[in-house]
């Protein structure tokens, strides 16, 4: 499994479209929201969240590499620890505590180290995992490994094997034909999120409705300019 840089940056972009509506700008780095779907706090690039873990992940990266805001982060450790922002209502009211992390989470998103942080963060836990289920389902292709991406940062890395299981096209790495396997996950994944007990995991169909339309458009090296979504990739 080979990429290049660019390709990787088309693959960062189509996640950020995903998970936010646009492509990525510094200012990605900042957004930072309650939403209705349990998890607390989304913030930043790529939306970590305060119950998947990734947001703590994110704080202490940041902490550890000396960022602007650093020692202020210090205080609000055990409000991250206890998910404390999954226990407030969307809409709020949110209480001194977790108005306060938000607010100081904007504030961070400036700071060049908290995009370092975020950037390595989502390599570490999210990329460099999707890389290896590719290189073991035999993937050569750009698209392979933006659909097998999308899988874990959407459901986390564990959700590549479950939707392994979920049709029958055999694997490159098993004599299959990349291509047939590739449209045969984005098929078993949208039956999945569509039949998902949860309204909210619904309604993300469009990831793989957008994946599909790459797939149909012959967008294998991802090779700029392409549109995802109504927005440009360029």
Not at 13 to 41: H, K, M, N
Request: charged share 20%.
């Amino acid at each position: 499994m080979t990429y290049t840089a660019q390709q990787k940056h088309v693959i960062d972009c189509v996640l950020s479209i995903f998970e936010t509506g646009r492509v990525p700008t510094a200012a990605s780095y900042a957004t930072c929201t309650i939403l209705a779907d349990g998890a607390g706090i989304s913030y930043g690039k790529h939306q970590c969240t305060d119950r998947a873990g990734s947001l703590d992940l994110v704080v202490k990266r940041y902490i550890a590499l000396g960022g602007q805001f650093a020692t202020a982060f210090k205080a609000f450790e055990t409000t991250l620890a206890t998910n404390a922002s999954t226990k407030v209502p969307p809409k709020g009211p949110w209480g001194t505590e977790v108005t306060d992390l938000v607010n100081l989470l904007k504030a961070a998103g400036a700071d060049p180290v908290m995009h370092r942080a975020q950037d390595e963060v989502f390599d570490e836990q999210y990329f460099t995992p999707a890389v290896n289920h590719a290189k073991s389902a035999g993937l050569t292709t750009a698209l392979g490994l933006l659909v097998v991406y999308d899988t874990c940062i959407h459901s986390g890395p564990g959700g590549v094997p479950m939707i392994r299981q979920k049709f029958a096209a055999k694997s490159p790495a098993n004599g299959g034909d990349e291509k047939e396997w590739v449209k045969g996950y984005i098929n078993a994944r949208r039956a999945w999120l569509a039949g998902n007990s949860n309204p909210l995991v619904q309604g993300t169909v469009y990831r793989m409705d957008a994946l599909k339309a790459l797939v149909d458009a012959g967008a294998w090296d991802l090779a700029m300019p392409l549109t995802v979504r109504g927005q440009r990739i360029a």
